[in-house]
């Protein structure tokens, strides 16, 4: 699995931001010189799956102050992310892209491929730089935490030494 100090992986996939059936390709390159945070999900049509995507979308706003992306990526195709988005009134909402990694490769080359072929529950933070601030991998049956997501993109957009549970506002540690 990447982690902390790898460079994220290329790619180029298509994507589906709503569910006009438009199907835009976005690359690497597509959010170059932003922060961006891709949140892998195993299925869609599954149970705790768009609990983490509607949590992650009402803080949509939040990351994008913040001159980051939320990209979703699962191995499902985008007909299938559409008919998705279009079945459900909450997920038709989400505002941010979800890529559709139907060939694998960049949930592979995140190392998050899971046994059984999808791709695993995991978050990466991804610096302007497009080097990985933060990796984690939650079991298949647990949802993350969005605001927490977020509340380490504050900490990491600090640069600063941020102790335990530390918030913006707060003060940072200072070196002796």
Not at 1 to 24: C, H, K, Q, R, W
Not at 34 to 51: A, E
Not at 68 to 85: I, P
Not at 90 to 101: E, R, S, T
């Given at each position: 699995?990447?982690?902390?100090?790898?460079?994220?992986?290329?790619?180029?996939?298509?994507?589906?931001?709503d569910t006009s059936?438009?199907?835009?390709?976005?690359t690497g390159d597509?959010?170059?010189?932003?922060?961006?945070?891709?949140?892998?999900?195993?299925?869609?049509?599954?149970?705790?799956?768009?609990?983490?995507?509607?949590?992650?979308?009402?803080?949509?706003?939040?990351?994008?102050?913040?001159?980051?992306?939320?990209?979703?990526?699962?191995?499902?195709?985008?007909?299938?992310?559409?008919?998705?988005?279009?079945?459900?009134?909450?997920?038709?909402?989400?505002?941010?892209?979800?890529?559709?990694?139907?060939?694998?490769?960049?949930?592979?080359?995140?190392?998050?491929?899971?046994?059984?072929?999808?791709?695993?529950?995991?978050?990466?933070?991804?610096?302007?730089?497009?080097?990985?601030?933060?990796?984690?991998?939650?079991?298949?049956?647990?949802?993350?935490?969005?605001?927490?997501?977020?509340?380490?993109?504050?900490?990491?957009?600090?640069?600063?030494?941020?102790?335990?549970?530390?918030?913006?506002?707060?003060d940072t540690l200072?070196?002796?």
């Amino acid at each position: 699995m990447l982690t902390i100090g790898n460079v994220f992986p290329a790619y180029s996939l298509e994507s589906v931001a709503d569910t006009s059936g438009n199907f835009p390709v976005l690359t690497g390159d597509s959010h170059k010189g932003q922060w961006r945070i891709f949140v892998f999900w195993p299925k869609d049509f599954t149970f705790v799956c768009p609990t983490e995507i509607i949590g992650f979308g009402d803080l949509a706003r939040e990351f994008k102050d913040r001159d980051a992306q939320l990209l979703g990526v699962s191995t499902d195709s985008e007909f299938v992310h559409l008919a998705w988005r279009q079945s459900r009134e909450d997920l038709a909402k989400v505002n941010y892209p979800w890529l559709a990694d139907i060939k694998k490769e960049l949930t592979t080359a995140c190392g998050v491929l899971d046994p059984a072929g999808v791709a695993q529950r995991a978050t990466f933070i991804v610096d302007p730089n497009g080097i990985v601030q933060f990796a984690e991998v939650t079991a298949m049956n647990v949802g993350r935490n969005p605001q927490e997501v977020l509340r380490i993109l504050d900490a990491l957009q600090t640069d600063e030494l941020c102790p335990c549970n530390w918030k913006p506002g707060q003060d940072t540690l200072k070196a002796a």
